[in-house]
């Protein structure tokens, strides 16, 4: 694949610097540096998704709170195996 990349003057001359230091030429190791960084990434969910992951999360965060004060103070729920299975099989 061939791309036509602008960089800013100061990038160019450090990897044209960097490219003489190693003995080859500015667009085979520009070339390597992308390749190589396109290859360690992982593929992302875009920024969109993800924050209306958090909204959902936040919602369900608000909604979980409700619940929780609706409850009495001091309500426990007695949820043992033995009152769940209580007079099962005996």
């Known amino acids: 694949m061939t791309l036509s990349v602008s960089i800013s003057p100061e990038a160019e001359a450090r990897l ?3 490219a003489a230091a190693d003995g080859r030429d500015a667009a ?3 070339s390597d540096i992308l390749e190589r960084a396109v290859l360690s990434t992982e593929v992302r ?4 998704a993800i924050a ?3 909204k959902a ?3 369900f965060a608000a909604l979980m709170q409700q619940y929780g004060k609706a409850l009495p103070p001091g309500h426990v729920v007695d949820d043992s195996r033995e009152s769940i ?3 099962r099989g005996e």
Do not use: F, M, N, V
């Open 16 to 18: 044209t610097a960097q």
């Open 28 to 30: 085979s190791l520009a």
């Open 45 to 48: 969910e875009p920024r969109s």
């Open 52 to 54: 209306e992951r958090l």
């Open 57 to 59: 999360l936040d919602k």
């Open 85 to 87: 299975y209580a007079g």
